[in-house]
């Protein structure tokens, strides 16, 4: 069993006594606190304790939480919820890393993951099945793709798939499962689709604040060289 934090806010212009309902993942999440008073301004911290069974088969299980005006009913907002469930025995590692330049794409784009396997096990060569898939977070898949691989000790490699027109916006993730006769194991990591304008928005700023970094360290080495030149005359 293991747990983790959710942070609240309110961020609106009157008090609140909110009330917070877990959906899809309710057999599984706990939250320490599920009614809470935030004055305006205020957050507060949760526990969300994680309850697996040992039995549960491996996979990436997806749910909302579910935040509500409790004098009014009114929807105010949902955090999402990815519960990674790992076999009990680690025969292989799976790391997942959607690239930086995929965490927001646009509909009709690629999405690159970095993909790390590590062989735990025996160490000689294993031929395992492959199956990789962009999910949305209520599991509708809208692209995958199938092989198969040898691994000794460990693998990288990129993986490229496709988010179609027809996508939402919203929330994603890029799923990956690996299998080997019996023994699954499986690995994921998010990323969000948004209108081109605001993923190009997105993209601008990485590279602008790379250039930035670049720009600073060129004006240091400059600095010290021009130290280093005085100091000789």
Do not use: C
Request: zero cysteines; a positive charge; aromatic letters at 10%.
């Amino acid at each position: 069993d293991k747990s983790f934090l959710l942070k609240i806010k309110n961020i609106g212009k009157k008090d609140l006594i909110m009330l917070l309902k877990i959906e899809g993942l309710s057999e599984y999440l706990r939250l320490n606190e599920d009614i809470i008073d935030l004055k305006v301004g205020k957050s507060k911290t949760l526990t969300i304790n994680a309850e697996v069974p040992k039995n549960l088969t491996p996979e990436v299980y997806t749910g909302k939480i579910l935040i509500y005006d409790k004098d009014t009913n009114e929807f105010l907002g949902s955090a999402y919820v990815i519960l990674t469930v790992k076999p009990i025995i680690n025969l292989f590692s799976t790391n997942v890393q959607v690239q930086k330049s995929s965490l927001v794409s646009n509909r009709n784009s690629k999405v690159t993951a970095a993909i790390t396997i590590k062989n735990l096990g025996t160490q000689t060569d294993e031929e395992v099945s492959m199956y990789y898939a962009i999910r949305d977070l209520d599991g509708n898949v809208y692209d995958s793709q199938e092989d198969s691989i040898k691994i000794k000790d460990s693998a990288s490699f990129a993986k490229e798939l496709f988010i179609p027109d027809t996508a939402p916006l919203g929330n994603y993730v890029f799923f990956v499962r690996l299998t080997r006769d019996d023994y699954t194991t499986v690995g994921s990591n998010a990323f969000e689709v948004k209108r081109r304008f605001e993923a190009l928005l997105h993209l601008l700023y990485i590279n602008l604040f790379l250039i930035i970094i670049f720009l600073i360290i060129i004006a240091i080495i400059a600095g010290i060289l021009k130290y280093l030149s005085t100091r000789r005359k």
